[in-house]
């Protein structure tokens, strides 16, 4: 018997969805089981540290608390949108330009690339790992040279000084993602139809206007999906983070992803720290909604 034309027999029986099955239980299982959980904990005052605390339901009590009585909670939330608009932004412009550059001006772009692709093929914890022996106060190489070139006070280092520190943390990130971005975006350049372009350069239209005009606009599908993978990795950050600093010195690069950890694992109230969880839930879902819309709209509207 045929192979090709006995599984063809089998998906027109309307049997193919079955084979989703599989995959849909482990859905439920990695992913929808533990938010549910979540969910069901964030509504109790469940937690390892105080007695009597056993789960008992206490309804929107944390939800309350969250809003109103942990300003930690807030400045957390507060540096978490500042890092993420800032590496997204810096990672967004080097990713972009890099990319227009690879593609007008170098030959073995293949070559060039895979050099630059060297730090987003490095796991975070490695990451954090090296960069933190590089930028250690007493023995970090760079921390050194800063010294030697006058960049840097004798006594400073750059992962202890409380106004330093999350800019540093910041340029880690950009450095391991931005060639993420721009691998992107040279694909989308590379994908573009040509018949626009030759048109534009036919009637007289300087770089300017095309790349403004017809490049960009073109790439809009691809700015927003770089707009929403890298939003959304950038507000779960947290092993590089955790790894570097710890969340300090202090309170300097608490993320809510730091801050969410702390409350469950140290303090272990985790009623109240399934509720911080769930903020990341939150946001990262407004995120997708708002990138969504932005994908799909042409012309000043939207999809449908």
């Known amino acids: 018997m ?4 006995w599984g063809s027999g089998i998906l027109d029986r309307g049997v193919g969805p079955l084979f989703l099955v599989p995959a849909l239980l482990l859905l439920v299982v990695l992913l929808v089981g533990p938010f549910l959980y979540m969910v069901g904990v964030s509504f109790t005052d469940l937690s390892f540290a105080l007695p009597g605390h056993d789960g008992n339901f206490v309804g929107f009590e944390n939800y309350r608390r969250l ?10 939330f507060g540096t978490t949108l500042v890092f993420v608009s800032s ?5 967004f412009g080097l990713g972009f330009a890099l990319a227009l550059l690879l593609f007008h001006h170098v030959q073995r772009r293949r070559f060039v690339l895979t050099l630059l692709l ?3 093929m490095l796991a975070p914890v490695a990451v954090g ?3 933190k022996l590089m930028l250690h106060g007493e023995f970090g190489m760079l921390t050194h040279y800063l010294r030697e070139l006058g960049l840097l006070g004798p006594q400073t280092a750059l992962l202890g000084n409380h106004d330093l520190v999350l800019p540093t943390v910041m340029l880690v990130d950009v450095w391991e993602w931005t060639p993420f971005v721009t691998l992107v975006f040279l694909a989308g ?7 626009p372009f030759e048109a534009a350069v036919m009637d007289g239209a300087r770089p300017w206007q095309v790349f403004r005009d017809i490049t960009v606009p073109l790439l809009r599908p691809i700015i927003a999906l770089v707009l929403l993978l890298r939003g959304i990795d950038a507000f779960k ?3 590089k983070v955790f790894i570097l600093t710890g969340g300090g010195p202090g309170t300097a690069t608490e993320l809510i992803s730091i801050y969410a950890w702390r409350v469950n694992f140290r303090n272990w109230d985790l009623g109240y720290g399934a509720v911080c969880a769930f903020m990341v839930y ?4 407004i995120l997708c909604a708002v990138s969504y819309k932005a994908i799909y709209w042409t012309e000043g509207r939207a999809v449908k």
Not at 2 to 5: E, I, M, Q
Not at 87 to 91: G, W, Y
Not at 282 to 285: F, R, S, T
Request: net charge negative; charged share 25%.
């Open 282 to 285: 939150l946001v990262v879902l």
């Open 67 to 76: 809003m109103r009585e942990d300003p930690v909670f807030w400045q957390s």
């Open 129 to 131: 790992l090296m960069w």
């Open 87 to 91: 590496v997204v932004s810096v990672e």
């Open 2 to 5: 045929n192979l090709s034309r």
């Open 118 to 120: 060297i730090p987003m």
């Open 237 to 239: 950050e947290f092993d």
């Open 189 to 195: 350049l590379l994908s573009l139809p040509r018949e």
